[in-house]
């Protein structure tokens, strides 16, 4: 353990709720606020743009595997699983390789 008793313990937790219910007033006061919700549009934007490329990445990397899961589930759902793995060998090594087991 990390030698605290639960005196300790609970202290932390109720300076966390409290911290959490002072954030969420904060936020409920400033969410009506035209400045402050063109602010963190403006932040989400320059994040976007900082970022697209690595989304562009992720997806390409999943694609083969969003793919086979769908192709997965809906063969499932016409309990036709092998015919799946007869059709689509390469689509069920890579969910194998995933950890689905099939």
């Given at each position: 353990?990390?030698?605290?008793?639960?005196?300790?313990?609970?202290?932390?937790?109720?300076?966390?709720k409290k911290k959490q219910a002072l954030d969420k007033a904060r936020y409920e006061r400033l969410k009506e606020d035209k400045e402050f919700v063109e602010k963190n549009r403006q932040r989400a934007?320059?994040?976007?743009?900082?970022?697209?490329?690595?989304?562009?990445?992720?997806?390409?990397?999943?694609?083969?595997?969003?793919?086979?899961?769908?192709?997965?589930?809906?063969?499932?759902?016409?309990?036709?699983?092998?015919?799946?793995?007869?059709?689509?060998?390469?689509?069920?090594?890579?969910?194998?390789?995933?950890?689905?087991?099939?």
């Amino acid at each position: 353990m990390d030698g605290m008793n639960d005196s300790q313990i609970s202290k932390v937790m109720e300076q966390y709720k409290k911290k959490q219910a002072l954030d969420k007033a904060r936020y409920e006061r400033l969410k009506e606020d035209k400045e402050f919700v063109e602010k963190n549009r403006q932040r989400a934007r320059d994040h976007y743009a900082l970022n697209k490329h690595k989304k562009k990445e992720r997806y390409d990397n999943d694609k083969d595997f969003m793919n086979a899961k769908s192709s997965y589930y809906y063969y499932r759902r016409q309990e036709k699983l092998e015919f799946f793995k007869e059709k689509y060998p390469e689509r069920t090594e890579i969910l194998r390789g995933r950890g689905y087991d099939i």
